[in-house]
């Protein structure tokens, strides 16, 4: 078993799981997040965080009767609130700094100068929702 994520680490993986595999069911969930992680998480676990995702909008339900059975199946909502955002970004930056904000633009193609990685960051902190 490799290390256990943190929290928000394996919120973020199973958000980009959902994005990318949904509509997913928490137990297919679980199976690709075990085998991306090489971990044993619980099924618990994994429903507690998506049953948390959902509370706050970040993703969506939807009901599929399969087998006679009913069966949740989880989506990505592609408009996440801005105090979600805001979180992510505070976190990266309080994390890694100058350096996180070079890789999220190194993500989208965009190379940034020093002086536009310190204005973003400025911006950033100024804006209210960095306080959130």
Do not use: C, W
């Not at 959902?18 to 075990?34: A, D, H, M, Q, Y």
């Not at 992510?88 to 999220?104: M, N, P, T, W, Y």
């Amino acid at each position: 078993m490799t290390r256990l994520m943190k929290s928000g680490e394996l919120t973020q993986l199973l958000l980009t799981v959902i994005r990318t595999k949904g509509p997913i069911s928490i137990r297919e969930v679980l199976k690709k997040i075990n085998a991306i992680t090489g971990n044993d998480y619980a099924y618990s676990t994994i429903a507690t965080i998506v049953k948390r995702i959902t509370k706050k909008n970040m993703v969506y339900t939807t009901e599929l009767k399969k087998h006679g059975r009913l069966i949740y199946q989880y989506s990505f909502r592609n408009e996440v609130p801005k105090e979600e955002i805001a979180t992510i970004l505070q976190s990266l930056i309080s994390k890694f700094g100058l350096v996180g904000i070079r890789h999220l633009g190194q993500v989208f193609n965009e190379k940034l100068t020093e002086d536009e990685l310190l204005e973003i960051k400025k911006q950033f902190e100024e804006s209210s929702l960095y306080e959130v």
